[in-house]
T-cell receptor, first 114, second 111 residues
């Protein structure tokens, strides 16, 4: 089944403790992206990747890192999480970001930083 | 500043009725406009994708329109069902790699 998977689905952590949220897709997609969703703000793009070893900042990259060493995986790293990074995170992938290609979203990771 | 605004914020309708959701955008450059359906706690699912040259696109009971001159789009839902209860999000692609999301319209369909 074609899908985007994220792990963990739920995570509660403390300020400053490094964490990684994994994202994997099995559709051989070139484009992958991370978003965060907060009440009243909609989804905002954190980072995106056009292909292996090619990444760029979205609108809210501060406090996050990403890497794209393999085509299928695009982990999101929080080196020193803070409470303002408490949010619902979505990973998405697309064959290409060009006009008519659909973007597929993962199930989401709900992160709470205390 | 690139912005996507949706109205209304929330809407309640009776099962079987039609409804129309609105999306206004100020995004440049414009590449395409997408409508997504998002069930609570789940990832968005694509309904329609329209490029600059497309005026209308349908997906079952969902019909999206786009007026690139006025920078407005609408999503019309026909003969609503209880399963249509969800948030509907308008997304505009600003160039190739960036997406600007609206805050969504929360629709509730009552039996």
């Amino acid at each position: 089944e074609a899908q985007v998977t994220q792990n963990p689905r739920y995570l509660i952590t403390v300020t400053g403790k490094k964490l990684t949220v994994t994202c994997s897709q099995n559709m051989n997609h070139e484009y992958m992206s991370w978003y965060r969703q907060d009440p009243g703000l909609g989804l905002r793009q954190i980072y995106y990747s056009m292909n292996v070893e090619v990444t760029d900042k979205g609108d809210v990259p501060e406090g996050y890192k990403v890497s794209r060493k393999e085509k299928r995986n695009f982990p999101l790293i929080l080196e020193s999480p803070s409470p303002n990074q408490t949010s619902l995170y979505f990973c998405a992938s697309s064959l290409s970001p060009m006009a008519t290609y659909e973007q597929y979203f993962g199930p989401g990771t709900r992160l709470t930083v205390t | 500043k690139n912005q996507v605004e949706q109205s209304p914020q929330s809407l309640i309708i009776l099962e079987g009725k039609n409804c129309t959701l609105q999306c206004n955008y100020t995004v440049s450059p414009f590449s395409n406009l997408r409508w997504y359906k998002q069930d609570t706690g789940r990832g968005p699912v694509s309904l329609t994708i329209m490029t600059f040259s497309e005026n209308t696109k349908s997906n079952g009971r969902y019909t999206a329109t786009l007026d690139a001159d006025t920078k407005q789009s609408s999503l019309h839902i026909t003969a609503s069902q209880l399963s249509d209860s969800a948030s509907y999000i308008c997304v505009v692609s600003a160039g190739t790699y960036k997406y600007i999301f609206g805050t969504g319209t929360r629709l509730k369909v009552l039996a």
